[in-house]
């Protein structure tokens, strides 16, 4: 049984897998499609990209990132999440695709705009708004089910890139304290900014020294000159309902 699964694998629940597999949890991502932001033509409010960023290429990094961290992916719609045992929610949950076997998961986020069918079983609060359902959540993502999680604009967040990323990472951080992990911040420091003061380092944080910090470095300029080095051929998908003939 993973500890953590999250159906959909756009913006939010890849931000939240990020922080889930970083903590050590468990993380399994299931994703049944295509982010929305692939229908994007320029990703130009995303702090950090001054000139934008091809949509497509940023969630092709934020994949590498969350794969990076420990997340590991399944492809298939989920189509119901249940209960393992109705009168014990610690028990997890069972979550069914349209492919392959059930799934095992003590906790559950839902960062699948825009479908929450498969939550119906669960009664989690759903809210109709024109043809679109939202997941009742409080501020940290948690829904009326233990265990259960909605993130990004399922979850009523606006419908902005930055948002859904933020809000996805709020919603790991709440998994991960309802768990037992232990966890105080998700930093990485430079050597002594703990231990130069007589404290341990935190659960969560990591001290680095110098070189190691220069090597990250190395590593992260080269990743992303890779990323960059070419124009991607794929090309923006458009609305369904636009005629291309
Ligand atoms: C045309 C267009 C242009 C946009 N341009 C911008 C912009 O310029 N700037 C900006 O900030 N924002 C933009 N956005 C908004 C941005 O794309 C969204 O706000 C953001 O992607 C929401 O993230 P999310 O994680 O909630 O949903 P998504 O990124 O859509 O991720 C949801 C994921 O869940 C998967 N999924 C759905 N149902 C299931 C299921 N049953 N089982 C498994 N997986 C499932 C989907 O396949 C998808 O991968 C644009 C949106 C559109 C449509």
Redesign the pocket.
């Known amino acids: 049984m993973r500890d953590v699964c999250i ?7 890849l931000a939240a897998s990020i922080f889930t597999a970083r903590a050590g949890l468990d993380t399994l991502v ?8 692939a ?2 033509a ?5 702090p950090g990209f001054p000139d934008g960023v091809d ?1 497509r290429r940023y969630l092709q990094l934020v994949r590498e990132q969350a794969r990076n961290a420990g997340a590991t992916f399944e492809l ?4 119901s999440v249940e209960p393992r045992d109705e009168d014990d929610l610690e028990a997890g949950f069972v979550l069914e ?1 349209e492919v392959g076997d059930p799934l095992e998961a003590r906790r559950v986020i839902a ?5 929450s ?2 939550l119906v079983p669960l009664d989690v609060g759903r809210t109709q708004r024109g043809s679109k359902h939202f997941v009742a959540v409080d501020d940290a993502g948690r829904t009326a089910v233990d265990g259960v999680y909605a ?4 979850a009523g ?1 606006p ?6 990323a933020g809000h ?1 990472a709020k919603v790991g951080l709440a998994a991960i304290h309802d768990s037992e992990v232990n966890f105080y911040h998700d930093w990485v420091v430079p050597e002594g900014y703990f231990t130069g003061r007589g404290r341990d380092v935190p659960p969560g944080c990591e001290e680095i020294d110098d070189e190691q910090r220069r090597r990250r470095d190395d590593r992260a300029r080269e990743t992303i000159l890779e990323a960059f080095s070419e124009p991607l051929e794929e090309v923006p998908t458009m ?1 369904p309902s636009v005629d291309e003939d």
């Not at 960062?111 to 479908?115: C, G, K, L, R, Y």
């Not at 993130?151 to 399922?154: D, M, N, P, S, V």
């Not at 419908?159 to 859904?164: D, G, S, Y």
């Open positions: 159906v959909g694998g756009g913006v939010s629940g299931v994703d049944g499609g295509e982010s929305i932001l229908r994007n320029s990703l130009e409010n995303y949509a298939g719609r989920v189509t695709t960062a699948s705009w825009s479908d069918e498969y993130a990004g604009r399922i967040e419908h902005q890139t930055i948002v859904a996805g609305h």
